[in-house]
C-alpha cells in the first residue's frame, strides 16, 4: 500500500448506516429462508410435516448468513449511494442475491436431514430467490422513494413547473435527475414529442401529451414556468421552429448543451443552458475546411495582435488546436491577456506560448518583438472598435487602426513574415463613422504594401459577431437581468449576425487561400433586425415584450447606419472553394498621392487636429461622417427599402 496514501477519516453517519443495512439483511436472510418454505402451501398444520426442511434450513443459517454478507460486501451493497441508485446498483443487488440463492442452494444438500429424500422442497429455490431480491430491494430503493417524495412536498409551494421537449433518453436522464435531487425546485408536468407512437406513454411517470402544436395549449394548462428542450441530435433548423412557438408561451427556455454530453454521460440538471438567440438563426454551424487550416498554421511560428479580444482569443483558442511551432499573443491589456495565456495554458500545456504586453502604436516595440520571434503568420486583430467611442475620440481611431496597422505591417515586411491577414469590418464599406473609415484606411494600407514586399498582404472583412465585445446581446441581456428597458437605436436597424468561432473559421481558412492583395468577404447570411433580436431575447428569458420588459428606441447613435453593406461599388465579387468566403476586386488608387495623405493624417493625429475627420474624408472618398438615413443618396435609400422589405416578408 502506499505509505504516502491519506486515510480515508472514519464516518460515524456511513458506519452506523452500513451496520443498520447488516442488520436488516440479517433478519431478511432468516425470514426468508424459513418463508421460502411455509410459501409452499401456507398451512400452519403442515409444519410439523415439514420439520427436516425447517430443520436443514436452520443448521445451515449462520453459514448461510456469513457467505450472503461477503458477496452483498463484494458487490457493494453496503458502500453505494442508495439514494441516487441506478441501473447499475439494480443489476448488483440482482446479481448479489443470485449469487448467494445458488449458494445457499448448494449448501443447503450438505445439511440434509438423515433419511430425507430432499433437503428443501424444489419450489424453494425460486421462492427464496424471489423473496431475497424483493425485500433487499425494498430496503435500497425505498430510501430513494421516501426521499423523493419528501423533496416533492417541500417545494411543493415554491417549485417551478416545467415541460420537457422530447421523449428520448435525454428527457429521462433529466427527468431522474430532477426527481431525486434534494436542491431541485423543478416539478416537471409534461412531455412533448412530435412521435404520436409515444402520446399518451409515461417517462418516469411523466405522461407524454402530445406533438409540438400542444406546446402554447399546455404550457397555459399545466400554468408551466420552465421549457426544457432535451433533443440533443436536434438541427438548427428543427430548434429554431421549436423556439419559435416556446417563445409565445412567456416560459424561460433551456436546453441540453449538445449530443457529446449525452454519449459522455454529462447530461444533468446543472449541465442545462439558457437558450440563446443563436438558436434562433435557424441554420447549422458554418462548416470549414480544417484539413487546409491545420496545414497552413501547423508548425508555423505565427503572432496574433489583440489576442485578448473577443476575436482575437478564438483566433489563438482554434490556432492553439491546429498545433503551431509557437503562437505568440500580443495585447495592450494586460487582464486579457492574462485570461486567455491561463486558458492556453491549461488546455494545451504542450503548446509553445509566449505572451507579451505591447502597443500597436509603439515603432519600436512591435519591431523588436518581430526582429525575436520572427512570426511567419500574423493575425492583426488588434483595433478599437466601438464606433460612438471612436465618433467622440477620432484622433484615437486614427493612432491606433491606421497607423498601429502600418506599423504591425512595416514590421512584418521588414522580418520576413510570409502572410499578413488584417481584421476589417463591414463598417467600411461607405463608412458613416471614423472606425469604419479607419478600417477602410488599412485595408488600403495591406493592399498597398502588397505590391511592394515579398510579404502576402490580406484583408479580411466580416459584419458583427454574437457575444463579442461591443456586441449588442452582451448588453440586452444585463438590461434584462435589471428589469429593463432595453434599448435599441431604430426599429428598422439592421445587421448580419455570425457567431465568433465560425466568424474565425472562415479567418482562418480565408488566410489558408490567399495569394497577397485580396479583401476576403465573409458571407454573413442573412441580415436580423435588431429589433427582432432583442423581443426574442426577452421572451427567451421568460419575460413579455411591454409588459415585465419593455423595449425603448433612443435614435441613432453617431456614426451608426441603419444597415451595412459588405462590398462596394466599384468591388467585384469572386468565389471561392468555400461559398462562404468571396473575394473583393481590388480598388487601385495613386498611391504617390495615398501616402502623402497618410503622412499629413499622422501629423494631424499626432497634433489631436479638430479636423481630422475631414483629413479621413479626403483619403476615404465614400466616407460620409453626417451620413443618416435621411440625406443618403437615393440610390442607397432605395437598396436599404429592399432590405428591409425582404426582412418584413420573411417576418
Not at 480515508?8 to 439483511?25: C, G, M, S, V, W
Not at 498597398?448 to 502576402?456: I, S
Not at 433586425?529 to 421572451?539: H, Y
Request: charged share 25%.
Amino acid at each position: 500500500m502506499d505509505k504516502d496514501k491519506k486515510k480515508e477519516p472514519f464516518n460515524l453517519q456511513k458506519f452506523y448506516r452500513r451496520t443498520a443495512l447488516i442488520i436488516y439483511d440479517v433478519l431478511i436472510i432468516v425470514f426468508v429462508s424459513y418463508l421460502a418454505i411455509f410459501a409452499r402451501d401456507f398451512d400452519i398444520t403442515e409444519l410439523s410435516k415439514h420439520a427436516h426442511f425447517y430443520k436443514t434450513v436452520t443448521t445451515f443459517l449462520p453459514i448461510n448468513i456469513i457467505i450472503t454478507l461477503v458477496v452483498f460486501s463484494v458487490l457493494k451493497l453496503y458502500d453505494s449511494l442508495w439514494a441516487y441508485a441506478g441501473e447499475r446498483e439494480l443489476q448488483n443487488l440482482v446479481m448479489a442475491c443470485t449469487i448467494s440463492s445458488i449458494i445457499d442452494g448448494i449448501g443447503l444438500q450438505f445439511f440434509k436431514a438423515p433419511g430425507a429424500e430432499k433437503a428443501v422442497p424444489d419450489s424453494y429455490y425460486l421462492i427464496y430467490l424471489f423473496l431475497l431480491v424483493a425485500f433487499i430491494f425494498g430496503s435500497r430503493f425505498s430510501y430513494r422513494f421516501f426521499r423523493s417524495f419528501k423533496h416533492r412536498s417541500e417545494n411543493k409551494s415554491n417549485s417551478k413547473a416545467v415541460m420537457i421537449i422530447g421523449a428520448g433518453e435525454a428527457a429521462n436522464i433529466i427527468i431522474k435527475d430532477i426527481q431525486i435531487s434534494n436542491y431541485s425546485t423543478m416539478s416537471i408536468k409534461c412531455i412533448i414529442d412530435d412521435n404520436p407512437e409515444k402520446w399518451g406513454k409515461y417517462i418516469q411517470g411523466i405522461r407524454v401529451v402530445g406533438g409540438r402544436d400542444r406546446i402554447c395549449e399546455c404550457a397555459d394548462l399545466y400554468d408551466i414556468d420552465e421549457i426544457i428542450v432535451a433533443i440533443p441530435s436536434v438541427s438548427r433548423q428543427e430548434m429554431k421552429k421549436i423556439l419559435d412557438i416556446c417563445k409565445n408561451t412567456n416560459c424561460k427556455l433551456r436546453a441540453l448543451p449538445g449530443m457529446y454530453q449525452l454519449v459522455s454521460g454529462e447530461v444533468n440538471v446543472s449541465r442545462l443552458r439558457d437558450v440563446e438567440v443563436e438558436d434562433l438563426l435557424g441554420r447549422e454551424p458554418i462548416a470549414v475546411d480544417l484539413d487546409s487550416i491545420a496545414g497552413y498554421v501547423s508548425d508555423k511560428t505565427v503572432l496574433v495582435t489583440g489576442g485578448g479580444g473577443s476575436i482575437g482569443s478564438e483566433l489563438c483558442r482554434q490556432i492553439a488546436g491546429h498545433k503551431p511551432k509557437r503562437l505568440i499573443i500580443v495585447d495592450i491589456y494586460e487582464n486579457n491577456a492574462y485570461d486567455i495565456q491561463q486558458e492556453l495554458k491549461t488546455k494545451y500545456p504542450e503548446l509553445d506560448l509566449v505572451v507579451l504586453i505591447a502597443s500597436v502604436r509603439n515603432t519600436l516595440r512591435i519591431n523588436n518583438i518581430f526582429r525575436e520571434y520572427r512570426p511567419e503568420i500574423v493575425y492583426h486583430a488588434a483595433a478599437h472598435k466601438h464606433v460612438p467611442l471612436m465618433e467622440d475620440s477620432p484622433t484615437e481611431a486614427i493612432k491606433n487602426n491606421v497607423f498601429g496597422t502600418w506599423k504591425t505591417a512595416m514590421a512584418a515586411a521588414m522580418n520576413g513574415t510570409a502572410k499578413f491577414v488584417m481584421i476589417s469590418t463591414d463598417k467600411a464599406v461607405n463608412p458613416t463613422n471614423v472606425m469604419g473609415a479607419s478600417k477602410r484606411i488599412c485595408e488600403m494600407i495591406v493592399q498597398t504594401f502588397n505590391k511592394h514586399y515579398d510579404t502576402e498582404f490580406v484583408a479580411v472583412r466580416f459584419g458583427n459577431v454574437l457575444g463579442s465585445n461591443g456586441s449588442v446581446i452582451p448588453l440586452f441581456k444585463k438590461q434584462i437581468a435589471a428589469g429593463g428597458p432595453v434599448t435599441v437605436t431604430d426599429p428598422n436597424i439592421i445587421r448580419y449576425f455570425m457567431t465568433i468561432s465560425e466568424a474565425v473559421s472562415l479567418v482562418l481558412q480565408a488566410g489558408a487561400f490567399a495569394k497577397g492583395g485580396e479583401i476576403f468577404v465573409l458571407d454573413m447570411g442573412e441580415p436580423v433586425k435588431i429589433l427582432d433580436l432583442a423581443e426574442n431575447l426577452i421572451k427567451l428569458s421568460g419575460y413579455t415584450v411591454g409588459e415585465d420588459i419593455r423595449i425603448e428606441f433612443t435614435g441613432l447613435r453617431p456614426g451608426e447606419k441603419l444597415y451595412e453593406e459588405m462590398l462596394m461599388d466599384e468591388e467585384g465579387l469572386q468565389d471561392t472553394a468555400n461559398r462562404m468566403i468571396h473575394i473583393g476586386k481590388p480598388i487601385e488608387l495613386d498611391e504617390t498621392k495615398f501616402f502623402a495623405e497618410l503622412e499629413r493624417l499622422n501629423v494631424a493625429a499626432k497634433e489631436e487636429s479638430p479636423d481630422i475627420k475631414n483629413l479621413v474624408r479626403e483619403i476615404v472618398t465614400t466616407y460620409h461622417p453626417a451620413d443618416n438615413i435621411a440625406d443618403r443618396s437615393d440610390e442607397h435609400k432605395e437598396a436599404l427599402r429592399k432590405v428591409a422589405e425582404k426582412i418584413n416578408m420573411e417576418d
